[in-house]
Nanobody
Framework: QVQLVESGGGLVQAGGSLRLSCTSTRVILSSASVAWYRQAPGKQRELVASDTVSGVKNYADSVKGRFTISRDYPSNTLYLQMNNLKPEDTGVYYC?????????WGQGTQVTVSS
């Protein structure tokens, strides 16, 4: 069954912004490390941004200064704010939750950036 649900993807012009959301009705996102990954056509899935339980955030070099990962605890939602988007940011973006009990993935949301 689906436990993580992403939304917010779409088509945007280069230089534009999108905010992705990931939520769950079955698991608590604040009690685990979370991350956003992306997979471009013909490429391997790569880590975009992560946030540990203790609040340590890390970003791929390619998105530093443009993307921001954050959580809203009351709504149990994980966000990825993406600004100044580039065509190379195109791909399917996945939400990930990792804890001692295992790893969960969402079904992905498509982001397409046109030049």
């Amino acid at each position: 069954q689906v436990q993580l649900v992403e939304s917010g993807g779409g088509l945007v012009q280069a230089g534009g912004s999108l905010r992705l959301s990931c939520t769950s009705t079955r698991v608590i996102l604040s009690s685990a490390s979370v991350a956003w990954y992306r997979q471009a056509p013909g490429k391997q899935r790569e880590l975009v941004a992560s946030d540990t339980v203790s609040g340590v955030k890390n970003y791929a070099d390619s998105v530093k200064g443009r993307f921001t990962i954050s959580r809203d605890y009351p709504s149990n939602t994980l966000y990825l704010q993406m600004n100044n988007l580039k065509p190379e940011d195109t791909g399917v973006y996945y939400c990930n939750r990792r804890s001692g009990s295992g790893e969960l993935w969402g079904q992905g949301t498509q982001v397409t950036v046109s030049s």
